[in-house]
């Protein structure tokens, strides 16, 4: 369970998300986090960083294979929570009709 624990931690999963599409800076991922300390993006980086997820590159931080691999393990997740997301506006519209 060592891995909930990791992605369990404040932003660990949105900074993932954020570098799905490539690499980014500190900066930038700063930029794409309102509410992003930089104390705790650092953290976050040095915990991905040590467990393999992502590593520094040139062009900032990227994900490894073994980050690629998540997403991808993620995916259904994802879909589920479309769906999810869906189906509560579906509720909301369906308690205050318009």
Not at 4 to 30: H, Q, S, T, V, Y
């Amino acid at each position: 369970m060592a891995a909930m624990d990791l992605f369990g931690r404040r932003w660990a999963l949105r900074i993932l998300w954020e570098l799905r599409a490539g690499p980014l800076g500190a900066r930038e991922l700063l930029t794409r986090c309102a509410g992003l300390s930089s104390s705790v993006l650092y953290q976050r980086l040095r915990e991905l960083t040590s467990s393999g997820i992502i590593a520094a590159s040139a062009d900032g931080y990227e994900l490894t294979g073994l980050g690629t691999a998540l997403g991808h393990a993620l995916r259904p997740l994802d879909e589920w929570a479309i769906t999810w997301a869906q189906a509560q506006a579906q509720a909301q519209n369906d308690q205050n009709p318009v």
